[in-house]
Nanobody, 130 residues
Framework: TLELVESGGGSVQAGGTLRVSCALSGYTSGVYCMGWFRQAPGKQREGVAGIDTDGGTHYADSVRGRFTISHDPAKRNLYLQLNNVEIDDTAIYYC????????????????????????WGQGTQVTVSS
């Protein structure tokens, strides 16, 4: 089984910095894709950053150059570093993992598609104030 738990959300002023974390338990070699998504009220869930099966990182245009996704295999944690945050970054942020018993493959920007993932965390609120 897999469990994903986010932490690190909170309030931050525009232009500031925040890092959210995702702890994965029950992590196995069957995980083949990982990512961060966000959802604001009234909006569709948006892929923010992803790591494909080949280890490549991918970002939404709206966050590229400001956010950084990283993975620490030793701690089994996934991170999203948010720099120079903007008001429009306010959302609930979710981490996600694609997992199947026999493994799988996600390619490039597929890591930003919610349909790629079958395990999700509960989400952590990030609020950016002016």
């Amino acid at each position: 089984t897999l469990e994903l738990v986010e932490s690190g959300g909170g309030s931050v002023q525009a232009g500031g910095t925040l890092r959210v974390s995702c702890a994965l338990s029950g992590y196995t070699s069957g995980v083949y894709c990982m990512g961060w998504f966000r959802q604001a009220p009234g909006k569709q869930r948006e892929g923010v950053a992803g790591i494909d099966t080949d280890g490549g990182t991918h970002y939404a245009d709206s966050v590229r150059g400001r956010f950084t996704i990283s993975h620490d295999p030793a701690k089994r944690n996934l991170y999203l570093q948010l720099n120079n945050v903007e008001i429009d970054d306010t959302a609930i942020y979710y981490c996600a993992a694609a997992y199947f018993l026999g493994g799988g493959y996600c390619r490039d920007k597929d890591s930003l598609r919610s349909s790629e993932y079958n395990y999700w965390g509960q989400g952590t609120q990030v609020t950016v104030s002016s």
